[in-house]
């Protein structure tokens, strides 16, 4: 019997691939990526690209072929079989990636081509494909000698069990707290919904009332809406210490020996591979090259938007106290004034744009202005494979020339994931001279149609959209012929955002908003009053956010950067970089620190940086569009062929600059973001 996702598609033939056939597939094609690996090896005393990276190459796009319709349908079109299949394969191809990693003989054999003439024959991306396959050996302690290399596989081990327990110990103290409130007197302020969900919740334990919960959403309404300030204290105190040695179940879950013992280890990590601490490690892997050019850009930020965070912050100080007579803002009374003036100043919500983004208009829109700036056509196909009646095929191509083509499921439904991506169907690669074009899925969670009117966007939909189309054209336009630097494989992580922020910038531009917008019923632009608002909305305490997530990155990596076990004490480089940094100094009990799951949990360790890193370099990239004309076909052309067509063939500063003609400036995110040094 043949199997659908062991044969070869142009598309993948989702309709016809059954869950029972999906663990046999990867098994099959997990043995032959093994079985490529020994013949690759096997007496190769010359290893050169074609006879080792090529075979290498066409075994794991057989692989990553057959995966991605099974993990693009397990999130949008889920089922318990398919779940389960699903996770069966799960430890079997991390199994087998960690086995790749730590291959010696292929490390070998990578180390040698690097090192033979054969390698300066090659092209700029075949060097690149090389060198970060080198990197990552490295970096996975497979060169180190037999001691290091098991106090290496130690360190692992250890890491990933303290950063899990970080985090168990964050979602118990999450759950482990919660308020029931008998009389709604006591949640005045809060939206109906906010209400309704409370109710909810104190159903679900079989109790009457309402039940308050450090669950985000549920936080959030509190401490935004309820006019009930000792309510808003008291949640305040159980979040901000959550998992550590203060507030209301102080030492429950304390999170701060784990802290040190994991900045501990991971100094340890980096020194062993060579690196004078973590943040340096860390930057091995991203575009930002020293440590010192990360802080200088954090500082020179936060240099520049301080003032104008201080300047809110007196605004919002004089509100409170005019419109209140609250002459003290306490650390639980930032969100609830924040909103009180927001609304005063610019009463506007994304419902009331609705009526004006119906789907059809800016999906036409979108491919208008994609189609003008990077010299594409898409049009969409009616006859495909399709995994849903929803899903919608389009074809992009130039000059008459098919170059790509994507996937589209617009609305949310049941068994479908939340939230909004793009994932990669097909990359761009040559194979024996055979071109295989890119393919990629787009997800979004738009409200469907209800009766006979249509899907209407929100104004934040709409940047999604856009958003998940930059990722989208930087898959799609690529000219590079080698799967490892192709589209976005291989991008820098820290620039991976770069292609996504950068197209969204056209939803906030008069000339973009009049071809993405029209009224459903009668076809009227987005009015200028509308557009005003929500421009002057946009920036709405953009210096205070600024100056915040500028405290987190820097406290992030320097800490990273000049920790010492024994000697650094957690809490006074925090309250260094405060003091340097930010506008609103937290309470002494505040412990935020000790449930940021980003860095002490997650990939983001000396990376948190990378938000605004990624946002300045998109910013400074339309800023090039704001002088030339943002629908300069040249400059399009610029970005297209600096930026989208290079994928990860070359470092992302050279392509910068190649573009820019100049590295980065930090003037178009500020002055977007409405601050003026
Ligand atoms: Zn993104």
Redesign the pocket.
């Known amino acids: 019997m043949s199997n659908p996702l062991l044969q070869d598609h142009l598309l993948p033939p989702f309709s016809k691939i059954k869950p029972e056939q999906v663990e046999p597939a990867v098994d099959q094609l997990l043995a032959e990526c093994r079985a490529v690996v020994e013949t690759v090896l096997d007496g190769n005393d010359a290893p050169d690209w074609n006879n080792l990276v090529v075979p290498l190459e066409q075994s794991h796009d057989r692989l990553a072929k057959a995966w991605s319709p099974v993990s693009h349908m397990n999130a949008v079109v889920n089922s318990d079989e398919l779940r389960d299949a699903y996770n069966a394969c799960l430890p079997k191809l991390s199994q087998f990636w960690t086995e790749m990693g730590q291959h010696q003989g292929l490390f070998e054999a990578y180390d040698k081509l690097a090192n033979s003439e054969a390698y300066s024959q090659l092209d700029e991306a075949q060097r690149k494909v090389i060198d970060n396959t080198l990197r990552d050996f490295r970096l996975s302690g497979i060169a180190l000698g037999a001691a290091d290399k098991q106090r290496y596989g130690e360190l692992q081990q250890k890491l990933s069990d303290l950063t899990t327990k970080f985090s168990e110990n964050v979602m118990d103290a999450t759950d482990g707290w919660s308020k029931l409130i008998s009389d709604e007197a006591e949640l005045a302020g809060l939206p109906q919904s906010a209400l309704a969900s409370a109710r909810q919740l104190a159903e679900a334990k079989g109790e009457a009332g309402w039940l308050v919960t450090l669950d985000f959403p549920s936080y959030y309404a509190v401490i935004t809406y309820a006019d009930n300030r000792e309510l808003r204290r008291e949640l305040y105190e159980a979040y901000a210490t959550r998992a550590s040695d203060q507030g209301p179940d102080a030492g429950k879950w304390d999170n701060s020996d784990l802290m040190t013992e994991i900045l501990t280890l991971r100094a340890e990590l980096a020194q062993l591979l060579g690196f004078e601490n973590y943040a340096a490690y860390s930057l091995a892997t991203k575009m930002a090259e020293t440590p010192e050019q990360v802080v200088s850009f954090l500082n020179d930020l936060a240099g520049m938007s301080r003032p104008q965070a201080e300047k809110e912050y007196q605004a919002l100080q004089d509100f409170a106290l005019e419109e209140f007579s609250e002459p003290e803002l306490e650390s639980w009374d930032i969100s609830y004034y924040s909103e009180k003036l927001k609304q005063a100043r610019y009463a506007i919500s994304q419902e009331e744009l609705r009526p004006y983004f119906p789907m059809a208009k800016v999906l036409d829109g979108l491919f208008n202005i994609t189609g003008k700036l990077f010299d594409i056509e898409i049009e969409e196909v009616t006859e495909f494979d399709r995994w849903h009646k929803d899903a919608r095929l389009f074809n992009i191509s130039r000059e008459g020339e098919l170059i790509a083509r994507f996937f589209l499921d617009p609305f949310a439904r049941a068994k479908k994931r939340g939230g909004a ?2 994932d990669d169907c097909r990359v761009r690669r040559v194979d024996n001279g055979v071109l295989q074009l890119p393919v990629a899925y787009l997800v979004c969670n738009f409200n469907p149609p209800v009766g006979d009117k249509p899907a209407l966007l929100t104004h934040n939909e709409v940047t999604t959209l856009f ?2 189309f ?2 989208g054209l930087h898959h799609m336009l690529t000219r590079i012929e080698y799967a490892d630097v192709s589209g976005i494989n291989g991008v820098a992580w820290d620039a ?2 770069l292609p ?2 950068f197209l969204e910038n056209w939803c906030y531009e008069a000339e973009a908003l009049a071809l993405i917008s029209g009224h459903y019923e009668t076809g009227e632009p987005l009015p200028q009053e509308l557009l005003e608002k929500m421009l002057a909305a946009k920036n709405f305490q953009s210096g205070m956010m600024m100056v915040r997530q500028l405290e987190l990155s820097l406290f992030d990596f320097q800490l990273h950067r000049e920790y010492k076990a024994g000697v650094t004490n957690i809490q006074a480089v925090l309250n260094r970089i405060r003091s340097e940094v930010a506008v609103i100094t937290p309470p002494a009990f505040n412990r935020f620190q000790h449930s940021f799951s980003h860095i002490f949990a997650g990939g983001y360790a000396a990376g948190y940086y990378s938000y605004k890193w990624a946002e300045v370099l998109s910013a400074d990239a339309f800023s090039r569009f704001e002088e030339e004309g943002v629908f300069n076909t040249a400059t399009g052309r610029s970005f297209r062929e600096n930026i989208l067509e290079m994928g990860g063939s070359k470092e992302p500063m050279a392509l910068f600059v190649a573009f820019r003609g100049r590295e980065p400036s930090v003037e178009a995110l500020l002055r977007h973001s409405g601050i003026t040094a």
């Open positions: 991506w793009m958003h998940e930059g990722h991976v955002e996504s922020q």
